[in-house]
């Protein structure tokens, strides 16, 4: 067991310890170590975006991060920016304008479209989608996509106003 | 005012709240108790002779359980093709077999030689690397009209070559055609290629195997589309498991688009596994893998003709097509150039005469199948290309050339052997004219022209034909299988309702979309509503969803399983009330008896059934539950009309779309949120094989593009917001709901479009070229910009 290493998480709130090989990946410690099954994989070599969860405040594939590099870090999955009773405006947004069909790609773009807001509380559609350009969805042709960033965006921002 | 429930209303997704908060089972996410992981050697070369395989230090490697080889399979079946087609001189297809592992030669990269089954996916890996493998590579056939040359290499050494079929259709026509090309006014002739595609759903595939050996019983867990039909083909030909020990459940499932409906080895091979070391065997497919196993789609090479009188009526189109099966034939492969395409070549055309040509072809490439649209994307394609380049030759105007030709009249008997029962192509023109603004197009063109660059506006029609049906006449061509649907509707002692259906959501949203139905049929809420799908053992024996047929199909079951339970359910209410039953009305949830203020509610018939007390026991039985199988009369028929602007950049040749329109006629919708959701992702489909996307192979069959480093999926910024309409409407004239299907319409409809209007973006710059060959990337585009 010498050649684990000692990894230390803080995954949407909650802290894990233990050893893990060197190659180990990010999404399979969430996966399957530590039964989040929220980032799905779509690709393994950064190309999709199914995987994206937010490292330490920046958005990551989490398929080509092996988890001694994120040791010590702040972990948020889909299932940390909210649950079926509680779900976060993103989320509300992609269901009210269809921004999704099968579901696969949904956690790691709305995970994604989080970041992206913050990033840049008003984009424009061209900002969406070159933002987004990370994350494929092969269902949606991306219209409806696009549609929920926006209406989430103007949610946000009026929630803003309203609370200054 | 829209509907805000039952048909016609757009609810939003029931099914949403789980994939929206990461609490959605896809296959990969089932782990079982003592689960092992396979992991597939796979042949690195196109073609070749396996003269050993060493798996003895790989044996002794950490973690490893079994390693398996085709040696394992002796006596098992191979994967069998679902479609027998009977060639131009009456003869069946040339058919090779399939092995679950390769035997004795491997015939594409990726070819599946041995698998690894280990405590850890990672102990598979690495002992595939300690395998010893001596494959004697041969000289490979990737080109289809090389492969039919007398001396080529033969991807199957048994067969006579590596012809599959020569088709004719219909072959009495031929000599009518030939003589309508003698006698035509203008001739217009056009070769082009459908490009290779993947179909590429976000969740790869993935398959779990299950054995119980307490009571013998096998459960396979697998991104399908069709999970009885696995069981079917799995059980029946290749393992030989009864169905009663038999499950197949297809879980939440991200995407198909066609190439989760087939049998694959790796679900026979961890079916196969598992009964044989007792234990859970998983597979999850990589990316690449999936590149080289999953069923690649259309890839055919044509000639198509248009021979027109000097009216500019078309007299007659003759085609030839080489059609790319790949190194074995793929579940329904052999009716995807023939059945699936020829069928439509009429187009929404009145076109008297039509002769089509289809040679299907053995290649070492991954086998092809069923892609969205599957023949009829291809089919459309020649054709609309086809017209724009005669109007183009004709300096005519190509809706008018359209409108001069259309079909005015249903039904109407095409001259390839379908009945088109309804339908108005002029009207979905109109509208499409409308949505695009196309009156305003000469001044977006000036506009951009002012800004340097060469704007385009391509138009084209389509006709599809989904729930592909009867059995008895797809059974005459070759299928064998039957293609009806069932559900089985199960009342609720509370009156709460479970729907058991057939067909399987895969993205298309049925958990909404069927209660709507059923809740408007019986006038009860939609949350009272539920279906249950994708799992052998509680479904009815339904076909599963492809070819646009869920609610076509599975949907006009489900609504005469509910016409027996209201049937059932009005002779309890008039038992109740103490009147005819022929006096029963149910509306709004509630049973009355016409004429009177006697009314009982819904919930007191289910009740009644389930607690018959006060029942008519004598004449029916207590509950409240009717299946249905159907069985449709005719394929259904949506049709449409299309529009694209690009930009041309002359400079880069960077084709940019700024406008897209899609007007379709989907006959009745139940759902038009989810409706638009299908036409949108359809487009992005068909847009991505006009400009982006491209399975390539070298000269000795290595797969290039085995990545998203190299094939180029379409982005959110490589696609514009489209225009969808679908107000015209003409009802399917044959189904209980009158819909007519709309997953496929999209993909069909848009890379004419999309490919004329780059055409028209380089006539507008002084460039007349007749064709360009999908994807439209920029090289190629500034190399027919500057040739």
């Known amino acids: 067991m010498s050649n684990k290493m000692h990894i230390k998480l803080n995954v949407n709130g909650e802290g894990h310890e233990f050893l893990a090989e060197p190659r180990e990946l990010l999404i399979y410690t969430l996966r399957e170590r530590l039964n989040i099954t929220g980032p799905h994989i779509g690709c393994e070599t950064s190309h999709c975006g199914a995987c994206t969860v937010t490292i330490n405040g920046k958005s990551v594939k989490a398929c080509t991060m092996f988890v001694a590099q994120a040791d010590g870090a702040d972990i948020t999955t889909i299932e940390g920016l909210g649950g079926p009773d509680n779900m976060h405006v993103l989320q509300e947004a992609f269901r009210e304008h269809h921004g999704l069909q099968c579901g696969y790609c949904t956690p790691g773009m709305i995970t994604r479209a989080s970041k992206l807001l913050e990033e840049n509380p008003n984009p424009t559609e061209e900002e969406v989608r070159f933002g987004m350009a990370g994350n494929i969805c092969r269902c949606t042709g991306y219209q409806n996509i696009v549609k929920s960033i926006l209406a989430a965006a103007s949610e946000l921002n009026a929630a803003k106003e309203a609370a200054e | 005012m829209p509907k805000d429930h039952g048909i016609g209303a757009s609810p939003k997704r029931r099914e949403d709240v789980r994939f929206l908060t990461g609490k959605g089972q896809y296959t990969d996410d089932i782990n079982l108790h003592g689960q092992t992981y396979v992991h597939f050697l796979r042949s690195d070369v196109a073609h070749g002779i396996i003269k050993s395989i060493d798996t003895s230090d790989a044996e002794n490697m950490p973690g490893v359980v079994r390693i398996f080889t085709g040696a394992d399979f002796e006596g098992v079946g191979g994967l069998p093709c679902g479609w027998q087609v009977t060639d131009r001189h009456g003869q069946p297809m040339q058919e090779p077999g399939h092995p679950v592992l390769a035997r004795g030669k491997v015939r594409h990269v990726g070819d599946p030689i041995a698998a690894i089954v280990a405590e850890t996916k990672e102990q598979a890996r690495d002992a595939a690397e300690a395998i010893g493998l001596d494959i004697e590579e041969l000289p490979a056939v990737v080109d289809m009209v090389s492969a039919l040359a007398p001396d080529a290499p033969k991807v199957h050494d048994e067969l006579t070559s590596n012809l599959c079929y020569d088709w004719g259709f219909v072959e009495e026509n031929k000599a009518a055609v030939d003589e309508a090309f003698e006698k035509a006014a203008h001739v217009t002739t056009l070769e082009l290629i459908n490009n290779r595609l993947v179909a590429n759903p976000m969740e790869p595939r993935v398959a779990v195997g299950d054995y119980n050996q307490a009571n013998d019983e096998s459960t396979l867990y697998t991104t399908s589309q069709n999970p009885h039909v696995i069981r079917l083909l799995m059980g029946a030909f290749v393992l030989g498991i009864p169905e009663h020990k038999l499950r197949v459940v297809a879980p939440d499932v991200g995407g198909g688009f066609g190439t989760k409906i087939f049998h694959y080895a790796e679900e026979a091979f961890v079916t196969f596994a598992s009964r044989q070391i007792r234990r859970p065997v998983k597979w999850t497919s990589t990316r690449s893998e999936a590149f080289m196993s999953d069923a690649h789609g259309r890839d055919h090479k044509t000639k198509i003709e248009l021979a027109l009188d000097a009216d500019n009526n078309f007299m007659a189109i003759r085609t030839d097509t080489y059609a790319n099966m790949g190194a074995y034939l793929s579940t329904f492969a052999p009716s995807v150039p023939t059945w699936l395409h020829g069928t439509l070549m009429a187009g929404n055309y009145k076109t008297p005469l039509i002769y089509v040509n289809v040679k299907a072809v053995f290649t070492n490439t991954v086998p092809v199948d069923a892609y969205r649209g599957a023949g009829r994307p291809e089919a459309t394609f020649q054709l609309e290309r086809l017209v724009d380049k005669a109007a183009r030759e004709l300096g005519v105007d190509p809706i008018a ?387």
Request: charged share 20%.
């Open chain 2, 401 to 787: 050339l359209r409108r001069q030709n259309f079909i005015t009249q249903f039904p109407y008997a095409t001259p390839v052997a379908v009945e088109y029962d309804t339908g108005d192509y002029i009207a979905t023109m109109d509208r499409m004219e409308e949505i695009m603004d196309i009156s305003g197009f000469e001044a977006r063109r000036k506009a951009s022209e002012a800004k340097g660059k060469w704007r385009g506006l391509g138009v084209n029609c389509y006709i599809e034909a989904c729930g592909i049906a009867p059995s008895n006449l797809v059974g005459q061509l070759g299928a064998r299988a039957g293609l009806y649907d069932a559900a089985t509707v199960r009342v609720n002692a509370t009156g709460s309702i479970s729907v058991m259906v057939g067909a399987h959501s895969h993205g298309q949203g049925h958990e909404t979309t069927f209660p709507q139905v059923i809740a408007e049929m019986i006038g009860i809420d939609e949350s009272q509503v539920d279906i249950v799908h994708g799992d052998s053992s509680k479904i009815p024996f339904g076909m599963g969803t492809y070819g646009s047929r869920s609610l076509a199909v599975c949907g006009s079951a489900m609504v005469r399983a509910a016409e027996k339970v209201i049937r059932k359910a009005k002779k309890i209410a008039a038992h109740l009330l103490e009147a005819s039953e022929a006096d029963i009305e149910l509306k709004d949830g509630k049973f009355s008896v016409a004429g009177t203020d006697k009314e009982c509610a819904w919930g007191d018939v289910t009740l009644a059934a389930y607690v018959p007390h006060n029942y008519p026991l004598e004449d029916i039985e207590p509950g409240l539950e009717e299946t249905a199988f159907y069985d449709p009369a005719n394929f259904t028929y949506p049709s449409g009309a299309y529009a694209c602007e690009v930009e041309v950049d002359p400079e880069t040749g960077k084709v940019t779309i700024e406008k897209f329109a899609a007007a379709d006629d989907f006959g009745n919708v139940v759902n038009p949120m989810i409706v638009e959701g299908q036409v949108h992702g359809g487009i992005a489909q068909g847009i991505g094989q006009a400009l982006l996307e491209a399975a390539v192979y070298d000269e000795n069959g290595q797969l290039q593009s085995a990545s998203y480093m190299d094939y180029a999926m379409p982005r959110a910024d490589d696609v514009p917001f489209y225009i969808v309409d679908h107000s015209c409407c003409t009802p399917c004239t044959h189904n209980p709901l009158g819909v007519k299907g709309c997953g496929e319409a999209g993909a069909i409809g848009s890379p004419p479009a999309v490919v004329n209007a780059v055409i028209d973006a380089l006539a507008s710059g002084g460039k007349n070229v007749p064709h360009i060959d999908m994807p439209l990337t920029p090289h190629r585009v500034w190399k027919a910009i500057n040739q």
